[in-house]
């Protein structure tokens, strides 16, 4: 009861993310990057549920990224749908690998495959339209569209678990604050 009620929470803070991120601006100081919340809180999850919840939350977040991200240029669609529920079930794999070094307190794993979750996303994404395009221009702004969210990602990852550990306790079915994770490391 616990993984499907936190599902349920992190399903519509992802949902809810992906609508805010779309009203933050670009950061400037990094040439435009912007800022990307729904893969930092999809590493959070995916490290922190069981591997059904994980991959639930995947095929939702992958669906919702590939909606919010589809381009048709010319009659062709740039990034295929589909695709990201791909990489957010093969990217939850990997997060739950490192369950057990989290639940044993290590909150910094989480920080680390936010940066590397989100600036891989966006760099799979860049080669996909460059495929399609067949032309790759590697510059300094692509550079920091692909990295600069990872490392804005590195920033807001430690805050996004902090809140998390704070409100978890609110959720029905999560398990009291002297209990961490449940028990289980």
Known sequence: MKDVLGGISFAI????ALVVQEFIPPVRMLLGAHVLLVPTLFCLAAIAYSPWTMLSLAV?????MDL??????GGRVEIALGWSIVYFVLLGLLCHGFQPAF??????IHTCLSVGGTSLYLALQYVMICFRREGIVLNEMVF?????PGLIAAALAPLIYLAWESVRHFIPGEYARGDRFGGRA
Do not use: A, S
């Not at 919010?68 to 240029?73: A, K």
């Not at 639940?103 to 910094?108: A, K, M, T």
């Open 60 to 64: 939702f977040t992958g669906f919702i």
């Open 144 to 148: 920091w569209r692909i990295v600069g």
């Open 103 to 108: 639940l044993r307190g290590g909150w910094w």
């Open 68 to 73: 919010m991200n589809l381009h048709i240029v």
């Open 13 to 16: 803070c992802i949902f809810l």
